[in-house]
């Protein structure tokens, strides 16, 4: 932080008591919006463990998760998130996601930034190679289906929503 490379943000993942992933916001030192302390932890744990899952793993970061580091978290299925200053304590000195926040109750319509669907037809003609086995890796081979993972989506959109915890 001190040597300003980005916001006052770091981050770790821990798997069985080691440290397998660390970040700190480095947004200003490579001018790249994606590069918060969590997506750098993320990024450097999956290097690590040479896996893009993360379950058994937990992370530890300086304040709470923004929207995008909170679908990274999810995306990497890590166990539990904890976490220092909230959410309103980040939006005091700058660093306010409300609007994303926002954002993602709108309809794609509605957003400040329009979403323009094109060429639909041509886009979607790699889904059945892919489904048909073209590649053999899967996002969420059984998450999807739990109980559990919907619960979670859920209580997120309440959250985005304003109608639950922070």
Known sequence: MRAVKGGPFDAVIVKGGVIVGEGGNRVFATNDPTAHAEMEAIRAAT??????????????????????CLGAIYWARLDRVFYGNSVKGAAVIGFDDEVLCRQLTCSSQQRDIPKVPVLAEEAECVFPEYEAGACTMRYW???????????????????VAGDGPP
Not at 141 to 159: D, I, K, M, N, Q
Request: proline letters at 5%; glycine letters at 10%.
């Open 47 to 68: 290097g690590s463990l040479g896996s893009f899952v993360l379950t058994g793993c937990d992370l530890s970061a300086s304040a709470q998760s923004c929207p995008m």
């Open 141 to 159: 081979p059984t998450l999807l289906e739990s109980a559990a993972y919907v619960g979670v989506v859920v209580r997120c959109f309440l959250v």
